[in-house]
């Protein structure tokens, strides 16, 4: 059989040699006449990276690339095969974590990927043997291996949910650890993957609060800060409110309390206050300091609500009466605005800092009613006057009439 | 006051020699029978005509025709300007009042047969005016350049492509490009504004002289009737009594004007974005929906020729059938009725309402 | 109808009279309502129009460097900044994240929305937060007195 093969491939390197004026590596040229798994790898690296900056099989796999004979393959000449998954990690990192080596092809890459992959919960679980944990070639794929900015690689980050989720939405693989396996299920009906799919790429995905490659969850403590690496005035506001003692003092886990990890949905202003769908009466009783401050809260931000409604009401139904009301629903807009920012405040916790934000808005939206109020009058003056312009008509038309009936009535001369 | 009135009539006759023509008019007259009120018509469609050209003038001093400034100018009308949305509404109104009091002026002319001989010019030019008409409707109504306005004449100027051989010529005539651009909104100005009202004072100076010197036709009906002695040939003078129910007519059409304008304000819209794709259920105004609705149920192929274009040629046929009725229905000039025709009338007003009414659906 | 037991002549004629006076002030009150709208109308009001394609946005010296003013642009909100270096930038005030109206922050150089804490450069491009596009940028021109902001062509 290894006859066979050497001779077919020698047979093809001369043919290759007299075509093609590109030296492919023999291992290439072998393995892409083998078929099934054996040939796998070739198909998989025509469009990888590592082919693209001009690297080849041996470099990975060490061995002789220009030998055509079996012995190519041999340890002797360098040859390391197809690492074990314990070894994997070291396997790539051989270059990856070679700074030198590495910005020879990119000079602004990372060199830490191993060292944080061991601070890792895969890591370490590696280190102690378990080969259920992803390695390397679990997240990036093998041969086929994409830069993270290629929309076709399982790390781009629209496609890094569904890439964790081959592991961590499968019971079956979980059951050993104890580990919920909704994670991805929940993070799909969250305002973060909408917004991914919308194909804004810094939207949060896995990656973005657990690490890539050290990942880790975030501890209880440090949520807040997660979260506030982009939702810089709610962890601000959390932090100085009576809310961040009280948590860690319970060992609650700050954001995901009210707004959960993974199923982070868009808030409605239902959750605020004490009715049916309020998080604050999921802690707070009737009674407490927290009840009534919750309770002030909605109010201020319903209160708030029900003027703008109240004024963008009058408006449109001036502007349907035919009444240019576009410079008031201009002004509208600032209080539109309050009502953006008194949300904000809401995580203050604290009723006198969405007061004075709903207090401001409240006014504008006064004055934009009153603007659809003189609107109205206005309308109505323009019916009065066609009330009296009518009765000008309806006179002259009665006079002309009473004067045909006059003239008609004449004997005719 | 009568001697004054007297005093410089004398005066104008002696440097204008105007008093022949009011020999004349005083000498008009009116026939009365049961049709007599279509009369009305050609003076309310001229009436409604001159409300157009008035409330266009005062238009015209605060309206910018360029893309940039267009809705903005027609919003400062009717924000800033005092009655600018009175003199705005009853211009978009009137508009279409004297769409539908012209359709009714020339269908009464076609069923009473007033276009048999010797009024045929009065009929061709009366034709062309009902054409012209339907031109200010259409340049007009793209002028304050809103969304509604832009998509519409995209889709009624995209017709002229059609027309064999000159189409795709036409068509940048008509768009001044490819494209409904700026450049469409100088030319529908330059139409609406001197090309159509120039044509129209000739056609109506015509049209106005033949009516005169031809007076008032009497439908055959009541002529044959008149001449067995069934019925008196009664009549009375346009001046004043005619010209005073005309005045009824007239002051009642305001009436409607301006409650229309206080109680139905016309739409500002919003501005035309040529890059935002059309709104769903976009179609022009109503006294084109008959002729838009055909091209929709039209099949894509008739015989050999395309859907669009023999539907465009069958309109044009209609339209050159129309013009020429006068000498198509000769007998008329004998006094005869030629059921074919009264039937072919009967058609085309049922296919206009019935078409109009499934395109509103 | 004529009153009886008087004279015939007399009574039309008083009834001729009240007659052309009834068509008489009919016709004068209606001309007069459609006239004076027409009158008031011709005459321009006192708040001119302005195009909505360009506007004075400042006075040449009334920003110093590394300032910025919010001002009307059409019926919208839009930003002047005068760079460190002086020059100037233009863009809409209008946040691409949820509509509030951004400011020019003179210790960031940058462009800062209150309401999320998005960052724009002053390219108009979104830098940070959550704002999900840059900023319409406007054509700036110094004009003799005035710094005249325009809409991109």
């Known amino acids: ?129 378990d080969t259920k944990v992803a390695v390397c070639v679990d997240c990036h794929g093998v041969h086929n291996i994409l830069p993270a900015s290629d929309t076709r690689s399982p790390v781009y980050p629209v496609n890094i949910a569904s890439t964790c989720a081959r592991c961590h939405a499968s019971e079956e693989h979980m059951r050993s650890y104890n580990i919920p396996t909704d994670q991805v299920s929940s993070y799909e009906k969250s305002v973060h993957a909408e917004i991914l799919a919308q194909g804004d790429t810094a939207a949060p995905t896995c990656a973005t609060c657990h690490g890539n490659h050290g990942a880790t969850p975030p501890g209880v403590s440090s949520v807040a800060n997660v979260c506030g690496t982009c939702h810089v005035f709610f962890e601000q506001l959390f932090n100085k409110s009576p809310h961040q003692p009280a948590f860690a003092a319970m060992g609650l886990p700050g ?18 206050g004490v009715g049916q769908d309020s998080v604050c009466a999921t802690c707070h009783s009737q009674g407490d300091k ?77 004055k934009a009613y009153q603007a659809g109020v003189a609107a109205l009058n206005e309308r109505d003056v323009r019916r009065k006057g066609l009330g009296v312009s009518l009765i000008a008509i309806v006179l002259a038309i009665s006079g002309l009439y009473l004067k045909i009936r006059q003239i008609e009535s004449r004997p005719k001369t | 006051m009568p001697g004054i009135y007297r005093r410089i009539l004398k005066w104008l006759d002696e ?42 003038i005062l238009l015209l001093l605060y309206y910018r025709p360029t893309p940039n400034d267009a809705f903005e100018s027609i919003q400062y009308i009717v924000t800033q300007v005092p009655y600018g949305w009175l003199i705005r509404s009853v211009h978009s109104w009137s508009a279409n009042l004297l769409i539908l009091t012209v359709f009714i002026h020339m269908f009464s002319v076609y069923f009473l047969k007033a276009y048999r001989k010797p009024r045929e010019l009065t009929w061709i030019t009366g034709m062309f005016l009902l054409f012209i008409m339907l031109g200010f409707g259409f340049s007009g109504y793209l002028l304050p350049w809103n969304t509604l306005a832009f998509f519409a004449t995209k889709v009624g100027t995209e017709m002229a492509a059609t027309v064999p051989l000159i189409g795709p010529w036409l068509l940048k005539f008509l768009r001044g490009g490819e494209e409904v651009t700026g450049a469409t909104l100088t030319r529908f100005f330059g139409f609406h504004v001197a090309v159509l009202p120039g044509l129209t004072t000739l056609l109506l100076a015509m049209h106005l002289l033949l009516v005169q010197r031809l007076g008032m036709s009497v439908p055959p009906g009541v002529e044959r009737a008149i001449e067995e002695g069934r019925q008196p040939a009664r009549s009375m003078p346009f001046f004043p009594n005619f010209l005073l129910r005309d005045m009824i007519g007239w002051y009642a059409a305001l009436g409607v004007l301006g409650a229309l304008a206080a109680i139905f304000p016309w739409e500002l819209g919003t501005k035309a974005d040529a890059f935002a794709s059309a709104p769903a259920g976009i179609r022009p105004e109503w006294y084109f929906l008959f002729a838009f609705q055909t091209l929709k149920i039209l099949p894509a192929k008739i015989l050999f020729l395309e859907g669009e274009l023999a539907g465009l040629m069958g309109f044009t046929l209609a339209g050159i059938v129309w013009v020429l009725v006068p000498f198509l229905d000769y007998k008329a000039g004998f006094g005869r009725v030629t059921r074919f025709f009264t039937g072919l009338g009967i058609f085309a007003l049922g296919y206009m309402v019935v078409m109009s009414a499934l395109a509103l659906r | 109808m004529e009153t009886p037991g008087r004279i015939p002549n007399d009574g039309v004629q008083s009834r001729r009279r009240w007659i052309s006076l009834l068509l008489g002030s009919g016709v004068l009150a209606s001309i007069a309502s459609f006239v004076y709208p027409a009158i008031r109308y011709m005459i321009p009001p006192p708040i001119g129009e302005s195009t909505s394609r360009s506007v004075v946005a400042a006075s040449v010296n009334e920003l110093k460097n590394n300032s910025g003013k919010v001002f009307k642009f059409g019926s919208k909100p839009a930003l002047l900044v005068r760079t460190p270096d002086g020059d100037y930038r233009a863009f809409s005030a209008v946040c691409t994240h949820l509509n509030c109206t951004v400011q020019y922050r003179s210790d960031l150089h940058e462009i800062w929305c209150a309401c999320h804490n998005g960052l724009y450069d002053l390219s108009g491009r979104n830098i940070s937060g959550p704002p999900p596009r840059p900023l319409e940028s406007f054509e700036v021109h110094v004009q003799g007195e005035e710094v005249i902001v325009s809409r991109s062509a």
């Open chain 1, 290 to 366: 927290g009840y009534t401050g919750a309770q002030k809260i909605a109010g201020d931000l319903a209160n708030l609500k029900t003027r703008l409604a109240r004024a963008e009401e009058i408006l449109n139904t001036a502007e349907r009466s035919g009444m240019e009301v576009s410079s008031a629903k201009v002004e509208l807009g600032s209080a539109h605005e309050a009502l953006v920012k008194a949300r904000v405040n809401v995580h203050a916790f604290d009723d006198a800092e969405v007061q004075k934000l709903t207090d401001e808005g409240a006014q504008v939206s006064e």
């Open chain 1, 255 to 272: 954001c995901v309390q009210c707004h959960s990890n993974h199923e982070i949905v868009k808030p409605s202003d239902d959750w605020v």
């Open chain 1, 1 to 129: 059989m290894r006859f066979v093969a050497a001779i077919i491939a020698s047979l093809l390197v001369a043919a290759s040699l007299s075509a093609a004026p590109t030296p492919e590596s023999t291992c290439i040229t072998c393995h892409s006449m083998l078929d099934g798994k054996l040939a796998d790898p070739v198909k998989k690296f025509e469009s990888a990276v590592h082919r693209q900056v001009g690297l080849s099989c041996a470099d990975c796999h060490g061995g002789n690339p220009a030998d055509e004979s079996m012995d190519s393959m041999s340890p002797a000449k360098g040859f390391r095969g197809v690492p074990r998954k314990t070894q994997v990690p070291e396997f790539c990192a051989r270059c990856h974590s070679d700074i030198a080596y590495m910005h020879r092809f990119d000079p602004k890459m990372r060199a830490d990927q191993l060292s944080q992959y061991l601070t890792s919960v895969h890591g370490k679980r590696l280190k102690q043997g």
């Open chain 2, 15 to 56: 440097r204008f020699g105007a008093g022949a023509v009011e020999e004349f008019l005083r000498h008009k007259t009116v026939p009365i029978h049961r049709h007599s009120i279509w009369y009305y018509f050609g003076g309310m469609t001229l009436f409604l005509f001159v409300v157009q050209a008035l409330t266009g």
